[in-house]
């Protein structure tokens, strides 16, 4: 496995661009009202907060999050954020299958390009879902043009426990394409989900920052995941089992303070520079 290394200690914090009712397996034959629809609003906290520190990010979107509010790509990518790919229908990889996965990609290419005038060079399954043996998923992505993924989590249950928990490059296709896991924090009882969602906010800022402090030493990027749910710590929720709810939203607890600590303390940068960088070294 071929590692690669950050410049200039660079990490990065990407956001899911995802709506709160988007969970994968909950039934959504039902339209949710737009006036419950909260993506928008949230998105604007975190572009405010971004511009107080001068921060480019990369936000993974929705192909069908961008049809339903046509005016949020645009509004991202003019503050000069990278503009990515989440897939389409928030489908898990491994139920859409090599031909649906291929047509989703592509579908959510042309509107995201058509959105922001670039087309988007890097992926993120929903819920980690591309596993490292799906390698024909891979060489879709390389195929359709991609130059890396962020889906492979190593972590139990979501992906894999023992996963590399640095860039790598991946063969596909008839070549490669880079692999950027997010952040976690190794212990003795395994890997532990500090780069985002519930244990973003649940562990320790400590333990978080000597956790990029680590990986900045080894010369090795921290990745951050948000969702926009996760910026209103009262906001609406899915009626889920109090295990699921609990992996879905995590704690009634805001992630801008911990998101806010983490721009006063370090430097980040799109996934599209980091990349750019690894290529041209």
């Known amino acids: 496995m071929e590692y690669v290394s950050v410049i200039q200690n660079r990490n990065a914090i990407t956001i899911d661009v995802e709506d709160w009712f988007h969970v994968c397996g909950f039934n959504r034959d039902t339209p949710f009202n737009p006036a419950q629809q909260r993506v928008v609003q ?116 979501v992906g894999k426990r023992s996963g590399s928990r640095v860039p790598f490059k991946k063969q596909a296709g008839g070549g490669s394409i880079l692999e950027i896991p997010p952040v976690v924090t190794p212990s003795p009882f395994g890997n532990l989900p500090t780069g985002g969602g519930w244990g973003f906010r649940f562990f320790p800022a400590r333990m978080i920052h000597k956790t990029v402090q680590r990986l900045n030493r080894a010369g090795f990027p921290a990745v951050f995941y948000l969702h926009p749910r996760e910026m209103e710590a009262d906001g609406p929720r899915l009626k889920l089992s109090p295990v699921r709810s609990f992996a879905v939203y995590g704690p009634r607890k805001a992630a801008g303070d911990r998101l806010r600590y983490l721009l006063d303390h370090f430097r980040f940068d799109t996934l599209q520079h980091l990349v750019e960088q690894w290529e041209s070294a």
Do not use: C
């Open 42 to 157: 949230n998105i604007e906290k975190i572009l405010s907060l971004f511009a107080e520190f001068d921060v480019r990010a990369t936000f993974f979107v929705l192909g069908s999050m961008a049809e339903s509010e046509p005016l949020l790509v645009p509004m991202i990518a003019a503050a000069g954020h990278e503009i990515a790919s989440h897939g389409y229908s928030h489908s898990l990889v491994p139920q859409l299958g090599p031909q649906r996965f291929k047509d989703e990609v592509r579908r959510t290419g042309e509107i995201l390009e058509r959105q922001s005038g670039v087309r988007p060079i890097g992926f993120r399954a929903p819920q980690w879902s591309l596993g490292d043996s799906m390698q024909w998923a891979f060489d879709i992505l390389h195929d359709e043009g991609y130059r890396y993924d962020s889906s492979l989590n190593p972590l139990p249950f």
